[in-house]
């Protein structure tokens, strides 16, 4: 009677034209994309990935990256996998990797052609481990961009500034007017993105590469960070008074204009987009402060848990090649607001904001992400250090020393 049943089931499912959800297998997808913009462009992942006949369970993790990460690498650990799931790549994942606990996504990278198309190459080297490839990258973020409210700098009756100098010149005038300067939330990885943006605008990228790539202590000790540092120090006079915790809210205080400005990555865009602001009218962004249009290439990337079921293993494959495929591109990051993996597709529609990220990108004028060029380890000393400079008022030389005192140490 069982099997009867299962295979008029079967017929029934077959005449209409619905046999792919027969074989659906579940995939729990682990993420922290939980604003509404985040939402929204995770959304699009999920709904492909449906429409395969698999089935894409939500993983949401709520908080930053900060809170999920841990998370996410001790369910693996812990042998408790999920079936995908989202890392920032770079070195992340390094771990994981060495233990054996994440899938070679190398042949079907080979079958697909990943690397004539991957742009630019160094997504892919961040999830390549001894010439393997472990993940499949998604997007492309950058922290360095300074995000303006027309309204707030309308009611202080002020232009738009155009560069950090003409902001930090309008910051008195605003804050008259009962605006906030800087909207800054008040978690160590912000701030740290905060004073990233402010180096690479301040020191430039050469001094940059040889502290956060080359691991050059005296340079983090010497003139040209004593200037990043007291730069970070007049913003946080700024930032003062800026209660929000989570990112996002401190995007909506630039969104409502009640601050005039935050140093965020390009996933802000996706809340100005959920808001219906719109770029060049409502707000303006300013890739690396208006001062050196650099942007780093960090972003999204989406690993595999090893698991022992060949039909996860099946959906698993399914899932990357889909997360890499042009349409799911195009559609995912015009909602995110960061740009595709992929130098082949069409991104005609893409906002002002996002096009002035593609120019760059296609300057070449790019560095290595924080996650790519230092350990987690070290990633997470800096952000305990930046958490204590932007909440207290220690002083610009005594955080220049411990940040030194980092490098010096630092993988
Ligand atoms: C980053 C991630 C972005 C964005 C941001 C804030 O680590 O790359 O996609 O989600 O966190 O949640």
């Known amino acids: 009677?069982?099997?009867?049943?299962?295979?008029?089931?079967?017929?029934?499912?077959?005449?209409?034209?619905?046999?792919?959800?027969?074989?659906?297998?579940?995939?729990?997808?682990?993420?922290?994309?939980?604003?509404?913009?985040?939402?929204?462009?995770?959304?699009?992942?999920?709904?492909?990935?449906?429409?395969?006949?698999?089935?894409?369970?939500?993983?949401a993790i709520a908080g930053s990256g900060g809170t999920a990460r841990p998370i996410?690498?001790?369910?693996?650990?812990?042998?408790?996998?999920?079936?995908?799931?989202?890392?920032?790549?770079?070195?992340?994942?390094?771990?994981?990797?060495?233990?054996?606990?994440l899938t070679d996504l190398t042949d079907l990278a080979d079958k697909e052609g990943w690397r004539d198309f991957v742009n630019p190459s160094s997504l892919l080297d961040?999830?390549?481990?001894?010439?393997?490839?472990?993940?499949?990258?998604v997007n492309i973020h950058s922290g360095q961009w300074l995000w303006l409210s027309h309204g707030a700098f309308k009611?202080?009756?002020?232009?738009?500034?155009?560069?950090?100098?003409?902001?930090?010149?309008?910051?008195?005038?605003?804050?008259?007017?009962?605006?906030?300067?800087?909207?800054?939330?008040?978690?160590?990885?912000?701030?740290?993105?905060?004073?990233?943006?402010?180096?690479?605008?301040?020191a430039g990228m050469e001094a940059w590469t040889e502290v956060s790539v080359n691991k050059n202590a005296e340079v983090a000790a010497g003139p040209v960070y004593k200037e990043v540092f007291e730069a970070a120090a007049a913003a946080r006079e700024l930032a003062k008074g800026s209660n929000v915790q989570d990112w996002n809210m401190a995007t909506n205080l630039v969104i409502t204009d009640k601050a005039g400005g935050q140093i965020m990555g390009d996933w802000a865009q996706?809340?100005?987009?959920?808001?219906?602001?719109?770029?060049?009218?409502?707000?303006?962004c300013l890739p690396g402060l208006g001062v050196n249009e650099i942007l780093d290439t960090g972003g999204d990337a989406f690993y595999f848990p090893v698991v022992d079921d060949e039909e996860t293993q099946k959906a698993q494959m399914e899932l990357a090649s889909l997360l890499v495929s042009p349409k799911v591109q195009v559609d995912f990051n015009l909602k995110k607001g960061s740009l595709p993996i992929r130098g082949d597709i069409d991104l005609?529609?893409?906002?002002?904001?996002?096009?002035?990220?593609?120019?760059?990108?296609?300057?070449?004028?790019?560095?290595?992400?924080?996650?790519?060029?230092?350990?987690p380890d070290t990633q997470t000393q800096i952000e305990d250090l930046m958490a204590e400079f932007w909440s207290t008022d220690m002083s610009a030389a005594d955080a220049q020393a411990s940040y030194a005192a980092i490098i010096e140490d630092a993988e």
Request: charged share 15%.
């Open 348 to 375: 005609s529609t893409a906002n002002d904001c996002m096009q002035k990220g593609l120019k760059i990108l296609a300057a070449g004028n790019v560095l290595p992400s924080g996650d790519m060029a230092l350990s």
């Open 126 to 137: 961040a999830c390549t481990l001894d010439g393997r490839i472990y993940c499949a990258p």
């Open 72 to 101: 996410i690498i001790s369910r693996i650990l812990g042998g408790d996998p999920m079936g995908a799931t989202q890392l920032n790549h770079g070195r992340q994942a390094e771990e994981l990797i060495e233990e054996g606990l």
């Open 270 to 284: 996706g809340e100005f987009q959920v808001a219906g602001q719109v770029a060049g009218e409502d707000y303006t």
């Open 155 to 202: 009611e202080a009756g002020i232009d738009v500034p155009q560069n950090w100098a003409e902001f930090v010149a309008a910051a008195p005038q605003l804050a008259e007017a009962g605006i906030l300067p800087l909207a800054m939330g008040q978690q160590g990885w912000q701030q740290n993105l905060a004073f990233g943006t402010i180096t690479v605008a301040v």
């Open 1 to 59: 009677m069982k099997i009867k049943q299962s295979i008029s089931g079967l017929a029934a499912a077959i005449s209409f034209g619905l046999c792919a959800s027969v074989q659906a297998t579940e995939l729990e997808v682990t993420h922290w994309w939980t604003s509404g913009g985040e939402a929204a462009a995770v959304s699009e992942f999920a709904k492909a990935f449906d429409a395969t006949g698999n089935k894409w369970v939500d993983g």
